[in-house]
Structures are given as C-alpha cells and as structure tokens.
C-alpha cells in the first residue's frame, strides 16, 4: 500500500495503535500456568471490543486470533493448550484489520526467569528491529533495511531466520512489496517510495537460520536448527523525513 491522503494514514493509524495496544496488554497478563488458548482469548477480546477483525482468521483462516509461538516455535504457533511455563520465550504476533486498513505487529517476551543469553536475545532483538527501522527512509534503497540489520546481528554474533521476511502491508495483511529481507540480499534493487507501507520483522536467533514446518499441524514453523529465536515487528510508512511506525501503543 502506497498512502494517497489524510484518510488513509489515520485509519492505518488506527488499527496499528490497536494491534499495539492489544499486543501490550496480552505481554503484561503472561502468567505461568495459563495457556496459549487464555492468552489468545484476551487477545480476542480487545480487537472485538475495538470493532476490528483478527487479520490472520479473517484472511487466511487461521486458527486463533492472534499467532503465539512458544521456545521451540518460531512462527504461526497456534493458541491452544500448551501451558506456558516459567522460562518459557514467548512471542505474540498480532495483526488486524479496522475499516479496510491492516496493520501487523508483535514481539518477544521472556517468562519468569531465564538464562542471560536469551534475556539479552530479548534485548538485542528489539534493538535489532529499530537498526533496521532507522533505515526506512523514501528514496533509499529497500536494501538497505536488511543490510543494517545483518550488520547489527554480524557484530553481535547472532543469525537471522533467512526465510521470513517482511512485507507490504495496509489494504491487507499481505501485499506488495512481498519478501522484504531483514538480512543482506544482494538481489534486492527494489527502492522506497514516498508512503510505502510495509513492515520490518527481523528473527534473531542464537544460531538458528532457518524456519521449518513440523508434523503437528500446517501453521506452526519452527527454528533450524533449533535455537532461541525471538521476533520484534512494527507496521511503518517510509516519508521523506524517516520512518513513520503507526504500531505504537497509546
């Protein structure tokens, strides 16, 4: 999606401040015990409550309405009765749709204790998402997203999930451009242009670069080899003057 006007950036606004908001309130009520099915439910709720659909079920009929993805999952971990326990990582991935506007977020969160490496994995992910969001600017080369955040991940010797990019993002939850890299591709000539929706998702992970599809179900996708991976995403709108992000709580 490319924005034409005043109308389009606030409901693009709009959806994003919800899938945010939504996404916050799901981190803070993480509790050992419950479980992934709980989770999502409060998940569910706020969209419904805000009159927006769940984009992953309305689009693609995925089974919950948010993705949660627990240790050894690394994407499209569907909510069900897995009990989420002290140590876990888990990642919430929350997209949505508001008056025809999408918008796609999520993060990684740490449950209870756990071990420093994957504390600082945590940390270094989000970090690793606003490297590459820094890099959003129209004109530029859409390389360079990828380029900043592989750079970022070299120095601080972590690997990236090669085979899940980002994307264009807006008048639905997948668009144009399609498989933005958030690591090096030399392939990559595609340039930003004013009011370009898309989203930034680098997977960082403690030697995993790959992800796989397992034998449980045919969303769940999981880390090769296995590793900790976590995933911090935001919805954002390259302008002239940088990155406008609209999955922002407020």
């Given amino acids: ?31 050992p015990g419950m479980t992934t099915a709980e989770l999502d439910l409060i998940g569910r709720r706020m969209l ?22 627990v240790n050894e999952e690394v994407a499209h971990g569907i909510p069900g009765e897995r009990v989420i326990r002290d140590g876990d990582l888990v990642n919430i991935d929350v997209s949505a749709e508001l008056d025809g506007y999408f918008a796609d977020t999520g993060a990684s969160f740490t449950v209870g204790r756990s071990t420093p490496a994957v504390e ?4 270094d992910g989000k970090r690793a998402l606003w490297v590459g969001l820094k890099s959003v600017r129209a004109g530029r080369p859409l390389a360079e997203v990828g380029n900043a955040i592989g750079e970022f991940a070299r120095k601080n010797r972590y690997t990236l999930i090669a085979n899940l990019a980002s994307h264009g993002v807006g008048r ?10 958030t690591w090096p591709d030399p392939q990559e000539k595609r340039r930003m242009t004013e009011g370009l929706v898309f989203t930034v998702e680098p997977f960082l992970s403690l030697g995993a670069n790959w992800a ?4 449980n179900d045919e969303w769940t996708l999981y880390s090769e080899p296995s ?23 407020g």
């Avoid at 419904?48 to 992953?56: C, D, K, L, Q």
């Avoid at 600082?120 to 940390?123: E, G, I, P, V």
């Avoid at 639905?172 to 890299?181: D, G, K, V």
């Avoid at 709108?237 to 609209?246: I, K």
């Fill in 227 to 249: 590793a900790p991976t976590v995933q911090f995403e935001h919805t954002v709108v390259a302008t002239r003057n940088g990155p406008l992000v609209v999955t922002l709580p």
């Fill in 48 to 69: 419904e409550a805000a009159g927006a659909r769940s984009a992953p079920e309305s689009c693609y009929a995925f089974p919950g309405a948010t993705c949660i993805s």
């Fill in 1 to 31: 999606m490319t924005l034409e006007n005043d109308e389009d950036l606030n409901g693009l606004k709009a959806i994003g401040r919800i899938c945010a908001n939504v996404l916050q309130h799901m981190s803070t009520a993480i509790r």
């Fill in 120 to 123: 600082r994995l945590c940390r």
């Fill in 172 to 181: 639905s939850l997948h668009e144009e451009p399609t498989e933005i890299a």
């Fill in 212 to 215: 796989e599809g397992g034998s």
